[in-house]
């Protein structure tokens, strides 16, 4: 049975598996907060749906529970950081509340946080910054099974490697570019196969590296017990941004890059390098503010093309999905909400649809 849930009641519920599964009340709420927030801004793939995966993670041993960050280097304007495989949505929030202080006093800061578990949608560090007026931009690893493609080859080497670049603009909502660096997310492939569906050329690899429209190869191991991959966004260029995410996010900090066989643990990691800008700092923030909202004026005069409504910025469809979904609340497949209501069932919570 899927079903539409409001914001609050999945924030209650998926709180109460984090805290039975380990955590602080308060870490709980902040996991379940942070996932009910992708929900809502229109990315179901990182949303309440990892909750399971999380529950794992934990009674698996690499997910630790209440958690904080290490300070491992700090010089003022460069601080290197270990998330000590505490959740994502507690060690990143540290991680971003320790850089802004930095970029507001020095101006910019330079920060690598390894070793923490899954940060969720990073969109949601660059909001932190762009809302004190920083440019805040963030290149990540992921260690798990890896799901893409190199360009070129023929098997999967790395994970979806996501990139994010928030710019804050003067008088409005900021650009927010935040994106996996694979053409499609692993999740959508999920639901796709699920309901049965094929995916447009160019997104996938079965398991002989040959092109495919069958999502399935990427969610069920095929004939050889291998799976297929997927491939990056934009051919060889998408691939470069993967590779360079993988040597910021995993090399630089720290936290490790994947050069191994797949294996079948639910624990994933991430890697993340950020550059925080203060523009006031930099002496240009007049002519910024004038200068960038001038050229999103301008994209936005730009008459829609063939199948489009207008110009959008970055940013603005997560932005609009949380209008809608706040006012009508958040539909959950029924085999995302079957999943929550079995991972509940691991650390002892009987989940509900009509409540705990
Ligand atoms: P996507 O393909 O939906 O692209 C999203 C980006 O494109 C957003 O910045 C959005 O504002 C912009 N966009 C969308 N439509 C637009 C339009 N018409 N005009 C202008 N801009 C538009 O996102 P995705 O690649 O599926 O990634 C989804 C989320 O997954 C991201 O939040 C990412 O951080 C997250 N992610 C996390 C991990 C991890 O390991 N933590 C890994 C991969 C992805």
């Given at each position: ?25 308060a870490e709980a709420q902040q996991v379940a907060d942070n996932l ?146 694979s053409r499609v997310a692993q999740g959508k492939m999920r639901v ?109 005069q730009s008459p829609p093309g063939a199948g489009f409504e207008a ?46």
């Amino acid at each position: 049975m899927s079903l539409t849930l409001q914001a609050f009641q999945l924030r209650t519920q998926v709180a109460a598996v984090i805290a039975a599964a380990g955590s602080m009340p308060a870490e709980a709420q902040q996991v379940a907060d942070n996932l009910v927030l992708a929900n809502l801004s229109g990315h179901d793939s990182h949303g309440v749906g990892m909750t399971p995966r999380y529950v794992d993670a934990v009674l698996e041993g690499g997910l630790k529970p209440n958690t904080g960050i290490a300070v491992r280097v700090d010089i003022g304007t460069m601080l290197a950081l270990d998330g000590q495989r505490g959740y994502g949505q507690i060690v990143g929030v540290q991680a971003m509340q320790l850089g802004i202080a930095r970029a507001k006093q020095h101006g910019s800061c330079i920060m690598t946080l390894g070793n923490s578990h899954h940060l969720g949608r990073i969109g949601h560090f660059a909001e932190m910054a762009t809302a004190q007026g920083l440019v805040s931009m963030h290149f990540v690893n992921v260690l798990s099974r890896p799901v893409v493609a190199p360009w070129g080859g023929g098997d999967g080497r790395f994970g979806t490697n996501p990139c994010c670049i928030g710019i804050p603009l003067a008088g409005g909502d900021p650009f927010l570019l935040d994106f996996a660096t694979s053409r499609v997310a692993q999740g959508k492939m999920r639901v796709a196969h699920n309901k049965g569906e094929r995916v447009p050329p160019g997104h996938l690899i079965d398991e002989h590296g040959a092109p495919t429209d069958d999502p399935g190869v990427v969610v069920v191991p095929q004939s050889n017990g291998l799976f297929g991959a997927l491939m990056t966004f934009g051919e060889h260029k998408g691939y470069g941004m993967a590779v360079a995410c993988e040597l910021l996010g995993g090399a630089l900090t720290g936290g490790g890059t994947w050069h191994r066989p797949a294996d079948t643990a639910r624990t994933v990691l991430n890697g993340m390098l950020t550059v925080l800008i203060d523009p006031a700092k930099l002496g240009t923030q007049a002519s910024f503010e004038v200068e960038a909202r001038a050229f999103v004026d301008w994209l936005r005069q730009s008459p829609p093309g063939a199948g489009f409504e207008a110009v959008q910025i970055a940013g603005e469809p997560e932005r609009k999905a949380r209008a809608t979904r706040e006012r009508n609340g958040i539909w959950i497949d029924d085999a995302t909400w079957g999943e929550i209501v079995a991972a509940g069932a691991k650390v002892g919570v009987a989940v509900s649809a009509d409540g705990l």
